[in-house]
């Protein structure tokens, strides 16, 4: 089968670093999106990953664990701005499909 | 500039009448894709197509369809709109990407429509 967990929500305060977890289970692998979407507009594309390791990108970073079949996208010196969801999507390495998770919806405290 | 574009931004109709949501893509993507966002089921996909005349079902297509005559467009139909069927639907397309180390199916998704059914 197919899933892709997220946490539903988490609460962070301005200036501090937030770990958002991912983990997916799928019938191939052949690559892990990372989105951003405020309340009300559209998913705009952050990250992706397709070899284990670290991407970093800015404030932002994604991370992929292949063989444990995990994925967590780092946010660093947060801004009230960065209030939004977040939402992991996997490519199944089987049809090439995207598959999206719920998303996690990130609150930033001042 | 290019872009992708939903129209109308907001619709409000009654059970059982037909509506069409449009999308249309100035950046000559080949692949084009129509979602639903539910609170509590992320986005869910409910046709897509990979071209001209290509059309494929999602995992929620009941209810809903789609036609291909052109790159830009990808209308959404609902056929006999129903409650449940209230939703926002978001479309988006890929093919080609628009910064250097983005893979080429990386989805770009338009503003969104908010549908209500009375």
């Known amino acids: 089968g197919q899933n892709i967990d997220q946490p539903t929500e988490m609460t962070a305060t301005e200036g501090a670093i937030v770990q958002i977890n991912c983990t997916y289970q799928t019938s191939g692998f052949n690559g892990l999106f990372w989105y951003q979407q405020h309340a009300g507009e559209a998913p705009t594309f952050l990250s992706y990953?397709?070899?284990?390791g670290l991407e970093e990108k800015g404030r932002f970073s994604s991370f992929l664990s292949r063989s444990k079949g995990y994925s967590y996208l780092l946010l660093k010196e947060l801004q009230m701005k960065d209030s939004a969801s977040y939402l992991c999507a996997v490519r199944d390495g089987r049809d090439d499909k995207i598959i999206f998770g719920k998303g996690t919806r990130l609150h930033i405290l001042p | 500039d290019a872009e992708i574009t939903q129209s109308p931004r907001h619709k409000i109709t009654e059970t059982g009448r037909q509506v069409t949501l449009a999308c249309h893509q100035t950046?000559?993507?080949?692949?084009m894709f129509w979602y639903r966002q539910d609170l509590g089921h992320g986005l869910r996909l409910i046709h897509y197509s990979y071209g001209v005349q290509d059309t494929n079902k999602g995992e929620v297509s009941d209810g809903y369809s789609v036609s291909r005559s052109n790159t830009e467009d990808l209308p959404l139909t609902l056929e006999s709109a129903a409650s449940s069927q209230t939703s926002v639907y978001f479309c988006a397309s890929s093919g080609g990407a628009r910064e250097s180390g983005v893979p080429e199916d990386t989805q770009y998704f338009g503003p969104g429509t908010r549908l209500t059914v009375l």
């Open positions: 950046w000559n993507h080949n692949n």
């Open positions: 990953n397709v070899l284990d």
